[in-house]
């Protein structure tokens, strides 16, 4: 089946720390894969994507790349702030029903401290 | 513009109520989309519509009812909920679902539900 898996948090690091989330996926043929933020109270941001093998994707100093060999589309970040502390979804897009349908993983929460 | 607008942005009703949560783009999507999410969980998607027309319906129990009057508007009517269907409502929507290259959703800020 289709599946997102990403490390487990809560994640606490000191401002300008290094970030990584882990995220592998399982899914047949070759999906789309994202990465979402969620600010306390608020929807669901896309953060970036990638939609094909070695694709990195980047956005306000996050990136990610689509590993296909290691299924993997792991979050990183060189320099967090304060700012950055949210919920963080990695997700894959699969062909669905004649639609298109999101996976989630179960979100990786981030804390930076000052 | 990647706007999506919800609203209200937060709703009480009570379980013998009916409502209408409301979500809108501008965009030119003709996928549109109702997520529900419990608080420090991922969203569920609850149904797809595509070119105005219900694609996907994930075994929402019928108090939950879905509209699409146009390929702007997406509507999601509620009656005689539970009080375990609060949570975050969340719209998105995203390009034809035959667009390989452009196929991120866009969501919506939510509508915070709470049923009492």
């Known amino acids: 089946g289709n599946s997102v898996t990403q490390m487990e948090g809560p994640v606490t690091l000191s401002e300008e720390a290094f970030l990584t989330i882990n995220c592998t996926y399982t899914a047949t043929g070759y999906p789309s894969l994202f990465w979402y933020v969620q600010y306390p109270g608020e929807g669901l941001q896309l953060l970036l994507k990638a939609t094909k093998a070695d694709d990195k994707g980047s956005n306000k100093g996050f990136e990610a790349t689509y590993r296909k060999e290691t299924t993997s589309f792991h979050l990183e970040k060189g320099s967090v702030q304060v700012s950055d502390s949210a919920v963080y979804f990695c997700a894959l897009r699969i062909l669905y029903n004649q639609g298109g349908k999101l996976i989630f993983g179960q979100g990786t929460e981030l804390s930076v401290k000052p | 513009d990647t706007e999506v607008t919800q609203t209200p942005k937060h709703l009480v009703m009570g379980m013998t109520n009916k409502k209408s949560l409301k979500c809108e783009q501008h965009?030119?999507?003709?996928?549109m989309y109702w997520y529900k999410q419990k608080a420090k969980k991922p969203p569920e998607l609850m149904f797809v519509y595509s070119y105005e027309k219900l694609s996907i319906n994930e075994s929402v129990p019928s108090r939950f009812s879905p509209e699409c009057p146009n390929s702007s508007l997406l509507n999601l009517h509620l009656h005689a909920l539970q009080p375990e269907d609060s949570a975050l409502y969340l719209c998105?929507?995203?390009?034809?679902?035959?667009?390989?290259?452009?196929?991120?959703?866009?969501f919506g800020q939510g509508t915070r539900l709470t049923v009492v």
């Open positions: 965009m030119g999507h003709r996928a």
């Open positions: 998105a929507s995203s390009q034809d679902w035959r667009d390989l290259r452009n196929t991120e959703a866009f």
